[in-house]
Every structure is written in C-alpha cells, then in structure tokens.
C-alpha cells in the first residue's frame, strides 16, 4: 500500500536559518503530493502541493519539487521565522475519486531567536 | 475565508459510551472524510464520504463507526461502544471535488478521551 516517510523531529534552527524537512513516498500510479502545516491548537493547512513529476509546489518561501525518480517531495525554506515553528505533514494523494490522503508522521520544527 | 468547523474541541467519555462528532465542511462541498490521530502517531484516514454514502472505509472503520449528514451542513461521526483505544484527535476535511488533485481542507479537530 501506499506509504510516506518523514524525516523525525524535533527539527530546532535559529532565524533565517535554512530549512530542509525530507519527505519520501511509495505508491502505485501516479499520486498527488501535499504538505500540510498544523500551528499550535490548530487544524492542518494545506501549504503547497504538486500533483505531477517534476512540479515545485511553493507558498510563502517554502518549496518542494516532485521528485519521482528519487520518490521524494522534500520542503525547503531558505530563511525560517519565528512564525514557522509548527508541525509539519508530508501527504500523498489515492488516485481515483474521494481520494484518501496518506500521511507521513509529521516534524515538529521550532525556530528560536 | 471559508472553513470547516467540528464540535466539540475536547470530549471526554467512559469507555462503553456512545459519541457523536460534528464537523460542519465547507458549504459548496461535495466531498467529505473524517481522519484520526493518535497521539505520537501518524494520522490516519478513516472513511470517506460523497452523494450521502461512504466512498472508501479503512480498516479502523469497524461496525462501531458510522458517518452521517442529517442536513445539508453537518457531517457527524458516531462511535456506538467506545474503546480506550478510540482515544485520538478525530480531524474533519472537506473538498469540492474528490480527484487526487484536489486539497482537502481540515478542521481543527475534537480531541477525544476515552476513560
């Protein structure tokens, strides 16, 4: 079955530090890739996504690129806040209708001062 | 912005009880699913939900769950004879179509304590 492996936190950086958070899948056919970020006593949000091989999803300086040969869908950010620290879920989509998602454990980052 | 909404935030319960989780999706959705997980652990998908039947079930969705929409707004989950074990944060998500492309937007959550 399909399955995502994230890298274990606590992931701990100061400010405007570089960010990576890995991310690889196994799957049959072709999903969709999501990361998803939960903040403190809130639900999950999505954060970007890439539906194809060789997408970058980004959003608010994050990136990650789909990788199929590698199965990977790694985030960066090149500068991290303060306003970062949260959880954060790598995801992969079913093919097919109502398409279930299959998460990663998820990788706590805390970014100090 | 629109959101999805569940009710309540936290519940207790002794095991044995019933319970009823309430998720109010985004109102132009179709489609619906309830999520879950343990604490430490990975969430996990439980069920599926379009055109008022379960699209897909998970093998945590036994005979002691069930989902319903009794109107046009809400989106419960019941769990007739709760376990210690049930004890989780139950997350809702809703899209507006089901395709793997699609993000699905979640809830906050209603963390459940089983005792």
């Known amino acids: 079955g399909n399955s995502v492996t994230q890298m274990e936190g606590p992931v701990t950086l100061s400010e405007e530090a570089f960010l990576t958070i890995n991310c690889t899948y196994t799957?049959?056919?072709?999903?969709?890739l999501f990361w998803y970020v939960q903040y403190p006593g809130e639900g999950l949000q999505l954060l970007l996504k890439?539906?194809?091989?060789?997408d970058k999803g980004s959003n608010k300086g994050f990136e990650a690129t789909y990788r199929k040969e590698t199965t990977s869908f790694h985030l960066e950010k090149g500068s991290v806040q303060v306003s970062d620290s949260a959880v954060y879920f790598c995801a992969l989509s079913d093919t097919g209708t109502a398409s279930k998602l299959t998460f990663g454990t998820g990788t706590r980052l805390q970014v100090t001062l | 912005e629109p959101e999805v909404t569940q009710t309540p935030s936290h519940q207790v319960t002794q095991m044995g009880q019933e319970v009823i989780l309430r998720c109010v999706p985004i109102?132009?959705?179709?489609?619906f699913y309830w999520y879950r997980q343990i604490l430490g652990q990975k969430v996990e998908f439980l069920v599926s939900?379009?055109?008022?039947?379960?699209?897909?079930k998970s093998e945590i969705f036994d005979d002691q769950f069930s989902v319903e929409r009794p109107d046009g707004s809400n989106f419960t989950l019941k769990i007739r004879s709760t376990k210690l074990e049930d004890s989780a944060m139950y997350f809702c998500a809703s899209s507006d179509r089901g395709g793997p492309e699609e993000t699905q937007y979640f809830g906050p959550g209603t963390r459940l304590l089983v005792l």
């Open positions: 109102s132009n959705h179709l489609y």
């Open positions: 939900f379009y055109n008022n039947e379960i699209s897909e």
């Open positions: 890439a539906t194809k091989a060789d």
């Open positions: 799957a049959t056919g072709y999903p969709s």
